[in-house]
């Protein structure tokens, strides 16, 4: 190419206006995908937080219970079969005793309430399941943050400040 090949000034900043409306366009796209990767981290970082959250909660109901959830299960799955067992009994009057569904009521009266007991329970921990929430999210977030920026986390010093 030869000098006079050239385009002259004029040429030239008749395509600065194209030029620079085509950088902008690079430069959102490039910003665009940034933000989508960083959503995709972030949305994986609260869908384990969701899962620590909530293993915690189901923890600490468990806790209050004083139940294992092998053993909370099998008391549900229990009580499932003696409310349908009751209610076949229920639906045809002629074929068990009177006194004996009356007292399989009354049993099960007892274990609804011991249910709402454990549920009224449960809900009087709600602000401490709420506060412990919180103080895991903060920490993941903090932990996410110092791991961004390629910082070591700072431990807690276990000793009265002065």
Request: glycine share 8%; hydrophobic share 45%.
């Amino acid at each position: 190419m030869s000098y006079t090949d050239r385009p002259g000034l004029g040429a030239r900043l008749l395509r600065l206006p194209g030029q620079l409306l085509l950088a902008l366009v690079n430069a959102t796209a490039l910003l665009v995908i940034v933000a989508c990767v960083l959503v995709i981290v972030v949305l994986n970082r609260v869908d384990t937080a969701g899962e620590r959250i909530a293993g915690t909660v189901t923890d600490a109901a468990l806790a209050r219970l004083e139940v294992s959830p092998a053993e909370f299960k099998t008391r549900l799955e229990t009580l499932d079969s003696r409310i349908t067992g009751l209610s076949e009994q229920l639906k045809n009057p002629d074929l068990s005793d009177h006194w004996e569904v009356s007292q399989q009521l009354k049993d099960l009266n007892g274990n609804l309430a011991q249910i709402r007991l454990a549920a009224e329970g449960l809900s009087a921990v709600g602000p401490d399941v709420t506060t412990t929430a919180f103080e895991q999210a903060g920490k993941l977030l903090t932990g996410s943050l110092f791991a961004l920026r390629g910082c070591e986390v700072p431990q807690p010093v276990d000793g009265p400040s002065s």
